[in-house]
């Protein structure tokens, strides 16, 4: 079992409810699970493992203002609706070619990013990141236009 990538559609009320401590992220049902793709998908669209730099870094949320703290013993990321429609129209803007340009196992491999492991098959390793980022994308789509927030975190 390793480390998964989560996604949680939530209200503005069920934000408040989390904080709270009245409902545990572990009770709300996960809109998308990315598994261990999550930390590739970072690297591949930002060049960074974690602080990547919107509105691209808000398809894997894991600092600075997204931060909303730790509950249900996890640390919580949280996307608002504005922050979703942003990474969506950034991710309807990048193309295959650019996305190929972008990716390089050798280089997660060299700089340990997570699961990326000596052995992989490149090509397969590409088309994994680009379904869920098709997955990422239908989800962001759906959210934006619901008015609704992202909680990202890891499990």
């Known amino acids: 079992m390793g480390m998964s990538g989560r996604y949680v559609v939530v209200t503005d009320e069920l934000v408040e409810s989390i904080k709270a ?3 545990s992220v572990h009770d709300c049902p996960v809109d998308l699970d990315i598994d261990k793709v ?5 690297f591949t669209l930002t ?3 974690a602080e990547g730099e919107p509105p691209l870094g808000y398809v894997v949320p894991l600092a600075g203002e997204q931060y909303l703290g730790n509950y249900s013993d996890m640390d919580l990321f949280l996307l608002t609706n504005e922050q979703v429609l942003e ?3 950034a991710m ?3 193309d295959r070619d650019e996305l190929k340009a972008r990716f390089s196992l050798q280089d997660m491999m060299d700089k340990d990013v997570y699961p ?3 052995g992989w098959d490149e090509e397969a390793t590409f088309q994994e990141i680009i379904q869920t980022l098709d997955e990422v994308q239908a989800l962001y789509q759906a959210t934006a236009g619901s008015g609704n927030g992202i909680v990202f975190y890891i499990f």
């Open 38 to 42: 999550w930390q590739m998908l970072q």
């Open 47 to 49: 060049g960074k493992m």
């Open 21 to 23: 401590g009245e409902v």
């Open 92 to 94: 309807e803007q990048l």
């Open 87 to 89: 990474a969506y129209m």
């Open 116 to 118: 990326a492991m000596e």
